[in-house]
């Protein structure tokens, strides 16, 4: 059962526009989110974090929404760079573990 | 080095033999972490580590699947008797927190 859903595959942008992607869970007890970046052949890499303590935190051109009530968060990246393009996966943890649920990710293209 | 490291960076096999990951986290990394990620899908949870207590073995798939780790360092994981299916990224990551920091995987091959 997938607890963390990324719905949009892929999401095309053109460059300094803004790039919204998207990420439903199931679980009410997820209390810490996180969106990572993954390159082709490599790891993914750590990009922005939220608690659910907060509704929003920006990092630079990051900013990270969560909306507990719908089980919903976004990544927002403004303005977008061909560089960004990449796969986005959000993953959610909470109770008692530091077992972390991820979403199949979205991959972005930034069109120059 | 500063980061994550695992080894080997690819690794092709022949179906029913078996294979070992290693990753070396980063010092003083209580935690660690094995993912899996298949073509088309989104990382998969394999098994955690945190420091001396019994490892969450909840995401490994069959018992051909194990893994070790000694103390806060290296971790192998183990595959037997491999099948296609099992064909994949294999990713460690280390934590102290709640962020995790992820090698640059192990790609298996499985004919």
């Known amino acids: 059962d997938q607890q963390v859903k990324q719905n949009s595959p892929s999401l095309s942008v053109q460059e300094g526009r803004i790039s919204i992607l998207n990420c439903d869970y199931t679980?009410?007890?997820?209390?810490?989110f996180l969106w990572y970046k993954k390159y082709p052949a490599e790891g993914p890499t750590f990009l922005i974090s939220?608690?659910?303590?907060?509704d929003k935190n920006e990092d630079g051109r990051f900013t990270v929404f969560l909306n507990k009530s719908a089980k919903h968060l976004s990544l927002h990246i403004v303005p977008s760079q061909p560089g960004d393009s990449a796969v986005y996966f959000c993953?959610?943890?909470?109770?008692?573990?530091?077992?972390?649920?991820f979403g199949t990710g979205t991959s972005l293209t930034v069109i120059p | 080095g500063a980061g994550v490291s695992q080894s080997p960076s690819n690794k092709v096999t022949e179906k029913g033999k078996d294979v070992e990951l290693r990753c070396d986290p980063i010092s003083g990394h209580t935690a660690l972490y094995w993912y899996r990620q298949r073509l088309g899908q989104g990382l998969e949870f394999l098994i955690y580590?945190?420091?001396?207590?019994?490892?969450?073995k909840s995401g490994l798939p069959s018992d051909r699947f194990s893994a070790e780790r000694t103390g806060e360092s290296v971790s192998t994981l183990t595959i037997q008797r491999t099948q296609q299916e099992d064909s994949a990224v294999y990713l460690c990551?280390?934590?102290?927190?709640?962020?995790?920091?992820f090698g640059p995987g192990t790609r298996l091959t499985v004919l």
């Open positions: 679980n009410s007890m997820f209390d810490y």
């Open positions: 580590f945190q420091g001396n207590s019994a490892p969450d």
């Open positions: 939220i608690s659910s303590i907060k």
């Open positions: 993953a959610a943890s909470g109770g008692t573990g530091n077992q972390f649920y």
């Open positions: 990551a280390s934590s102290s927190g709640p962020s995790r920091f």
